[in-house]
């Protein structure tokens, strides 16, 4: 069984950085596609970042494009999302999520989720 544990969230002020980590277990994950989504009280979950685990191949959301940068440590088996130039609207419950495909689906369509890691952004 798969298993998706956040960690990295908190509070941090305007104009700073922050990295989550991603930790997954149960699985062979080289075929698998990796994403992290946000979502605040009354919007939907939105996806962030993906990153195809094989070829290291990444995509973004608008949003974050150009100040984040999701990566992947093959011998941890962690995927990572940093985030600079933070922005209150960046606050959120950040949610790792896995999907066996080659394809870095922005919908979501995967079949794992990790239990989120909260990061608020002060102004």
């Known amino acids: 069984q798969v298993q998706l544990v956040e960690s990295g969230g908190g509070l941090v002020q305007a104009g700073g950085s922050l990295r989550l980590s991603c930790a997954a277990s149960g699985g062979t994950f080289s075929g698998y596609v990796m994403a992290w989504f946000r979502q605040t009280p009354g919007k939907e979950r939105e996806f962030v970042a993906g990153?195809?685990?094989?070829?290291?191949?990444?995509y973004y959301a608008d949003s974050v494009k150009g100040r984040s940068t999701i990566s992947r440590d093959n011998a941890k088996n962690t995927v990572y999302l940093q985030i600079d130039s933070l922005e209150p609207e960046d606050t959120a419950v950040y949610y790792c999520?896995?999907?066996?495909?080659?394809?870095?689906?922005?919908?979501?369509?995967?079949?794992?989720w990790g239990q989120g890691t909260q990061v608020t952004v002060s102004s």
């Open positions: 990153i195809r685990w094989i070829s290291g191949s990444t």
């Open positions: 999520a896995a999907k066996r495909s080659i394809v870095i689906f922005t919908t979501r369509s995967y079949d794992y």
